[in-house]
């Protein structure tokens, strides 16, 4: 495995972008690390001090393009963008928030989820294309499965926070059209489920650790070949869309 790869990774103050921080650095990477608030990047640049870390805020454009244009200015090239950065404003996981969800929350979690990382990847894509094998990886969920949403009795169908699952099954898209871009070249883009994970989005009762999912997803990250290209990905299983 080559360790000297360029990977951008976004909301990295906690969970699991914070594992994954320490886990890549750990591997000799070098690692661009995002945070949108000044006051909590403490914990992280005490941790992983090989991590180099900028301000990134999803929601506004204005962060957007000035974190785009500090990494163009100082990078010729990207190997991984790793779209981490997620919110879940919803509220309560259980139940359905179709007929009542406020625009302002369901606008909220499309600019983070989606629209801001949509912009952030349009921006960086040129040196991600400059990679010799660029990749992005998408952290999506479980929750974007229109196939697992559909399906009455499903393990998802009680659980319908709108503005999130709906998110999710945007990047998931978002995904599909950056693999037809990528069709045929060195390059690749893929949708991934971390899991069930232990952080202020997952809650207390998820089985697994923010650590066990930075593996996860750093495995599909610096896989060798384009194999994952275009796909679902939880654990190497293929989910459906
Ligand atoms: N935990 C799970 O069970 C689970 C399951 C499936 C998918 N996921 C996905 O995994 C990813 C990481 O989640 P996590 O569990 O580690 O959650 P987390 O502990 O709540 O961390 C989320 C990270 O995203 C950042 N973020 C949120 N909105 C942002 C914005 N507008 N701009 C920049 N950064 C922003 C947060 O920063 P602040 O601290 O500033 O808010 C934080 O660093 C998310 O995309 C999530 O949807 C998690």
């Given amino acids: 495995m080559s360790t000297n790869k360029t990977i951008v990774i976004t ?9 994954l921080v320490k886990l890549l650095c750990s591997q000799g990477m070098h690692v661009i690390a995002t945070c949108r608030d000044e006051n909590k990047c403490d914990a992280l640049k005490t941790s992983v001090p090989d991590a180099r870390v900028y301000l990134l805020d999803l929601g506004d454009e204005q962060s957007i393009s000035s974190f785009a244009a500090q990494i163009t200015a100082n990078y010729n090239h990207i190997d991984i963008l790793i ?8 509220g309560e996981w259980v139940g359905n928030t179709v007929s009542h969800i406020a625009p302002g929350v369901l606008k909220q979690t499309f600019q983070s989820n989606f ?14 294309q400059k990679s ?9 969920s479980i929750m974007g499965s229109l ?31 950056l693999a037809q871009l ?29 650590a066990d999912a930075a593996k996860e997803l750093a495995a599909v990250a ?8 275009g796909k679902f990905i939880f654990n190497e299983n293929t989910l459906p869309w």
């Fill in 11 to 19: 909301g990295t103050n906690k969970g699991i972008g914070f594992d």
């Fill in 83 to 90: 779209n981490n950065a997620g919110a879940m404003l919803d």
């Fill in 115 to 128: 629209f801001g990382t949509v912009y952030l990847t349009q921006l960086l894509l040129p040196l991600i």
């Fill in 132 to 140: 010799d094998a660029g990749r992005i990886v998408n952290v999506s």
């Fill in 147 to 177: 196939g697992m949403h559909s399906i009455p009795g499903n393990e998802l169908w009680e659980v319908k926070p709108f503005a999130y699952n709906a998110s999710k099954a945007a990047l998931n898209h978002f995904t599909v059209h």
């Fill in 182 to 210: 990528f069709y045929n070249s060195a390059h690749s883009a893929v949708s991934m489920h971390p899991g069930w994970v232990k952080t202020d989005l997952g809650g207390e009762m998820a089985p697994l650790v923010a």
């Fill in 222 to 229: 610096l896989c060798a070949d384009t194999r994952h290209n």
